[in-house]
């Protein structure tokens, strides 16, 4: 009978992934901060989106390093950035119409506009 040698990684536990927590954070943050002309929604959504797929891949290569919990949490962060994305998107693009909309309005007939002021 010899002596076994323990293992490499039998002394390893498991650890969160990575960004779990920020990507979480992020699909929040773009959540609240659609309302505010759409821009740092779409921010803070992609910034989430690249870093949930970074993760993902981390975790589809050896799911057994790191905790279900943390995925968990990396799975809900993009729910939250996809759902911060599109109002997001939308209301950058109503932003966007309007002041072409009003911006070339006043252009048009500049008179008008400074007479109501």
């Known amino acids: 009978m010899g002596i076994e040698e323990p293992s490499i990684f039998a002394s390893q536990t498991q650890r969160p992934l990575p960004n779990a927590s920020a990507v979480l954070a992020l699909g929040i943050i773009s959540i609240v901060s659609c309302c505010c002309y759409g821009l740092p929604g779409v ?3 992609v910034i989430a989106l690249v870093l949930y797929s970074k993760d ?3 975790y589809m290569a050896n799911p057994e390093w790191y905790t279900a919990s ?5 799975k ?3 729910i939250c950035a996809i ?3 599109i109002p997001s998107i939308l209301f950058f693009l109503f932003a ?3 002041m072409l909309t ?3 309005g006043m252009l048009s007939n500049p008179q008008e506009f400074f007479n109501n002021i």
Do not use: D, K, P, Q
């Open 43 to 45: 921010i803070c959504s």
């Open 56 to 58: 993902a891949r981390l």
């Open 70 to 74: 943390s995925y968990s949490n990396l």
């Open 76 to 78: 809900t962060g993009r």
């Open 83 to 85: 759902i911060g994305l």
């Open 96 to 98: 966007i119409i309007m």
């Open 102 to 104: 009003v911006g070339f």
